[in-house]
């Protein structure tokens, strides 16, 4: 099992962060890690990030959702442990409420691939999950669904889903989404955006993944 303390350092600094980019506000939104090939650590359910410790980060067993301990995991486990049970290369989940985000996902639009930065971090596209309710069964199962082959979803109605093989890239992700939803957005005044050829988006994406794959194992 990986370093628990330091995952949870990361954990609360990401918290953080969440706040001061503005992609949450006070409780909304969550993270987790993988900790090792059964356990993720996730933030609780309703406690301001800027008052969390490092008690409250929570160890929860992701192929059975059970969690250790008195505190409660976000609401939204359900899908972080989904993620984690169906894409081994995921080690960090971000679910935000990003307003650029947020706002393509209450229009269901489907963002086509408008930005370089996008097709080669995100994927091809950014898909939008059907609407459920949220903490239910239906809305993990379709966000997973959307999230297929993809570093984000829409989650519509609601706000956004983001994974990265390490919080950092996580953190990258949830940038370049905001950047191209908004560009999505303004675009859509200037007669709409015009998309890169979805053959040379798939090509930049899986280039992207095994280019940052192959440095990471240089740098480690």
Same mark, same amino acid.
């Given at each position: 099992?990986k ?5 949870k350092?990361?954990i609360?600094e990401g918290?953080e962060r ?5 992609? =949450? /506000?006070?409780?909304?939104?969550n993270?987790?890690?993988r900790?090792d090939?059964t356990?993720?650590? *996730?933030? &609780?359910s309703g $406690?301001p ?10 160890l ?5 959702s ?6 409660k995991?976000s609401?939204?486990k359900g ?5 984690y ?5 995921v080690q960090a989940?971000?679910h935000t409420?990003?307003?650029?985000a947020?706002t =393509? /996902?209450?229009?269901h ?6 930005l370089d930065d996008?097709?080669?971090? *995100?994927? &091809?596209?950014v $898909? ?5 309710l949220p903490s239910?069964?239906?809305?993990t199962?379709?966000t997973?669904k959307a ?8 989650m519509?109605?609601?706000g956004?889903?983001?994974v990265g093989r390490d919080?950092?890239?996580?953190f990258?992700v949830c940038?370049v989404l ?7 957005i303004e675009?859509?005044?200037l007669g709409?955006?015009k998309?890169i050829?979805?053959?040379?988006a ?6 992207y993944?095994?280019k940052y794959?192959?440095k990471?194992?240089?740098n480690k």
């Amino acid at each position: 099992m990986k370093n628990i303390d330091s995952i949870k350092k990361q954990i609360l600094e990401g918290g953080e962060r969440l706040l001061k980019e503005g992609l =949450v /506000a006070r409780t909304w939104g969550n993270i987790s890690i993988r900790v090792d090939e059964t356990h993720m650590l *996730i933030t &609780p359910s309703g $406690r301001p990030y800027e008052e969390l410790t490092p008690h409250d980060i929570v160890l929860v067993n992701y192929h059975t959702s059970k969690h250790e301990g008195s505190v409660k995991p976000s609401s939204e486990k359900g899908l972080h442990c989904e993620i984690y049970r169906t894409r081994k290369e995921v080690q960090a989940v971000i679910h935000t409420h990003q307003m650029n985000a947020s706002t =393509v /996902a209450a229009a269901h639009r489907e963002v086509p691939p408008i930005l370089d930065d996008m097709t080669q971090i *995100i994927g &091809p596209t950014v $898909r939008v999950a059907d609407y459920a309710l949220p903490s239910t069964r239906k809305i993990t199962k379709k966000t997973v669904k959307a999230l297929k082959g993809r570093n984000a979803a829409l989650m519509a109605n609601h706000g956004a889903v983001c994974v990265g093989r390490d919080l950092e890239e996580a953190f990258v992700v949830c940038q370049v989404l905001e950047k191209a939803c908004k560009a999505f957005i303004e675009a859509e005044f200037l007669g709409g955006a015009k998309s890169i050829n979805k053959f040379e988006a798939h090509l930049m994406h899986q280039f992207y993944l095994r280019k940052y794959s192959a440095k990471a194992k240089k740098n480690k």
